[in-house]
């Protein structure tokens, strides 16, 4: 799907806003919390490693993408392919050197894809702790997502709405696709580092020293640094602040005022918070806000 496309499309109907689909668009409802939609036309932002607490299913429709989910390297995309993202994966998508691409986003609450997915996919004991990011390039399942997303910008009633992710959830099958390699942190590693995980949860608003998230695990602060990025594929420092970002996603999204939500979360330089803000998210707060 082309940005004309993009714009021509309701499937059914206009988007609810009667607005024609602008460069970046979002869509939410609080009829509808555990799902939020994206979609950018001719986009030439580019985004830090950074993970979402939700899943994250996204499609490139126009122009090439290069994908990353740490360690796995890079994967070029093409036009019609998919990317599932599990929760809490690093990763990144940005457009090809020197281009610009379209795409659509979608965001899924972690615990409603488990509880939708259940009796599809029950747990396996003998499964990797953590999904792997998929790289789907399906064009049925393509077509069926752009359908899909479309009608959520539609302004059919919520329940069809609701019903029509649900059946997409069905048709994707979340273990489809060719795998992105995992971090490569043991359990023992995990397990090791969950102190200072604690530690940065405790305290999202403000910075942990290395040395105190060294002398919670009982490693040096080398060891523990290269610990943290085997098993998240972040810094401790760049893991926190991409934390700091999804709770401003999340109160904005809620409504709390920009300025309120900096300042809550320790941005004392409002300028900084949107400079953060459009590194990790694509788009300056404001223009999330509104």
């Known amino acids: 799907m082309d940005c004309s496309e993009f714009q021509a499309a309701s499937i059914r109907e206009r988007p609810t806003s009667g607005r024609i689909a602008s460069e970046n668009d979002f869509w939410r409802d609080p009829q509808l919390p555990w799902v939020e939609s994206r979609r950018a036309c001719n986009s030439r932002a580019c985004y830090r490693p950074h993970s979402h607490p939700t899943w ?28 599932i993202v599990p929760a809490h994966r690093v990763h990144a998508c940005n457009p090809a050197p020197n281009t610009a691409w379209s795409y659509q986003m979608l965001h899924l609450d972690a615990a409603w894809v488990a509880a939708v997915t259940e009796d599809r996919h029950p747990i396996d004991k003998d499964a990797p702790a953590a999904p792997l990011i998929r790289i789907d390039r399906s064009p049925v399942r393509y077509r069926l997502f752009c359908d899909m997303n479309a009608l959520l910008f539609s302004s059919v009633d919520p329940g069809e709405k609701e019903a029509a992710v649900v059946a997409f959830i069905d048709d994707l099958d979340v273990l489809a696709g060719a795998p992105v390699p995992a971090p490569h942190a043991s359990a023992a590693q995990h397990r ?27 490693m040096d602060r080398y060891a523990m640094i290269r610990a943290f990025r085997n098993a998240t594929g972040l810094t401790p420092h760049a893991w926190q602040l991409n934390r700091r970002i999804n709770l ?20 004392a330089d409002q300028s900084h918070f949107q400079r953060l803000f459009k590194a990790h998210a694509g788009i300056t707060p404001g223009r999330y806000c509104r």
């Open 56 to 83: 994250s299913i996204g499609a490139v429709d126009a122009g090439e993408s290069m994908f990353s989910g740490a360690p796995g390297g890079q994967h070029r995309l093409q036009p019609g392919t998919l990317v």
């Open 192 to 218: 090791r580092l969950q102190p200072a995980f604690a530690l940065l949860d405790a305290a999202p608003m403000s910075s942990v020293s290395l040395a105190d998230l060294a002398t919670c695990t009982g």
């Open 248 to 267: 401003a996603r999340e109160r904005l999204g809620r409504g709390q005022p920009l300025a309120e939500v900096a300042h809550a979360l320790g941005f």
